[in-house]
């Protein structure tokens, strides 16, 4: 059997950012419930040197939708980082499952071997396709989308690893 790097990208971006959206929704009917300042959730930190949570969410968004504009050979879209609410997360990631239902299959399964270039100046990086996506976009998308999800569980919500996972 072959690799498919389809199968190994967007599905599983599909799959994490369709969580996450729930996610979203648990945290923002959480805050409501407890009478919470949403900006509490959405600005927390585990630790004082990493980003907030609204930064984990737009920066999974950003791996899913750069991986697949790379992988199918295509500009990646810029998406200015303005969101401030849970909805404004939740359409940033409808925006970018939108994306990537977008990008055609094939020129994804053709990628393997893609020459693919991240970054600028000093923080250029070279991949072929394969390792570009299995050491580089799919584990920081993982690293924010658990990043996020580990802070609004340690912030109380009621959620475990079934929402976390999702459905697939």
Do not use: C
């Not at 389809?6 to 409501?32: C, D, G, M, T, W």
């Not at 990086?125 to 976009?137: K, S, V």
């Amino acid at each position: 059997m072959s690799f498919s790097m389809y199968s190994a990208s967007v599905p599983v971006f599909r799959q994490i950012l369709n969580s996450l959206a729930a996610v979203l929704a648990k945290a923002e009917a959480h805050v409501e419930a407890k009478k919470i300042d949403p900006a509490a959730l959405l600005q927390y930190r585990l630790y004082p040197d990493m980003l907030p949570f609204i930064r984990q969410i737009q920066i999974a968004a950003d791996f899913a939708k750069g991986a697949g504009a790379r992988l199918a050979g295509q500009d990646v879209p810029s998406y200015e980082d303005t969101e401030k609410s849970f909805a404004d997360l939740r359409q940033r990631i409808a925006r970018t499952l939108a994306f990537l239902d977008s990008l055609p299959q094939g020129d994804i399964e053709d990628s393997a071997g893609r020459a693919i270039t991240t970054g600028s100046g000093e923080k250029t990086r070279h991949f072929d396709g394969q390792t570009y996506l299995m050491h580089y976009a799919l584990p920081h998308f993982f690293f924010h989308a658990t990043t996020a999800y580990d802070i609004l569980r340690h912030n109380g919500l009621d959620i475990g690893k079934k929402d976390f996972i999702g459905s697939w």
